[in-house]
């Protein structure tokens, strides 16, 4: 007959078991207090940095942290649950002396198959943790993730779920997005090209194009939207009877089709106003017989 493998000492065995317990718990609540005071931190410090850019809306970019940093500390404090309670379990089964050599055998054999059986799925969460404490993207951005490019609705930690301009939704394991294009970080570039006759002179088209920005700058209507004063960079392009000016503006993240649509607008109606005439069409000669 095979012994008892359990040893039990009193009073030494009880206290020690207790004082192990006493120690988890302790070394628990002082790692999730790390946890918290650390998310907390990381909040702070990316709402003081937006504020001092003065990039984007603070308002939005907190939530945008707050829920980014509520996932990673709820990740963390599983994390840590899980490793201290494993430990202590550990610990207690060496105390009352039962052989640790065979479940620590079969359990590396059992992470050995789950690991090969489960690569893609461990890719995925790690991808997903590290887009996350990255800040890759969040709800709402604009993004190009190769595959597909719309509009963020949800980040988890294995899939991540965007609706394109159609209105399909496509939902993108994370272990398989290896680019992300992200056009809301910050803020959201518009431009804008206006095509005139070649035979124009461009400092004057210039000159009328510049007023019209500073003319959308000022209005209430745009103000919050506009970052800065729309610059117009010049002459982009000069093709046979066709001169193209372009105009660069820098907005809130997402808000520049708006803004695009604004300039283009006022832009074609203040050169018509100044009898700046459009590009020319090239007819081409007819066909040689």
Known sequence: MLPLAIVITWPETPIAILITLVVAIAGRWLLLRAIKRGSDLAVSRANQRRADQGTGDVALYAV?????AATMGSLLRSVTNAAISVLAVLTIMAILN???????ASAGVGGVALGFGAQSLVKDYLSGIFMIVEDQYG????VDLG???GTIED????????RDGSGQVWYI?????????????GWSTATVDIPVDSSEDSVRVIEVITSVCADVHADPEWAAVLLEVPKVVGVQSVEAGRMTIRTIAKTQPNQHFGVQRALLDRQL???KEAGIKGPRVMHSPPPSL
């Open 155 to 162: 980040v988890g930690l294995r899939v991540t779920r965007l």
């Open 173 to 185: 394991r994370n272990g398989e997005i290896v680019r992300v294009g992200n056009q809301s970080q």
């Open 139 to 142: 709800v709402g951005d604009l």
């Open 269 to 271: 109606h203040a050169l």
């Open 98 to 104: 039962i052989p640790l050599t065979p479940i620590l």
């Open 147 to 149: 595959e597909a490019s």
């Open 64 to 68: 945008r942290h707050v829920a980014r």
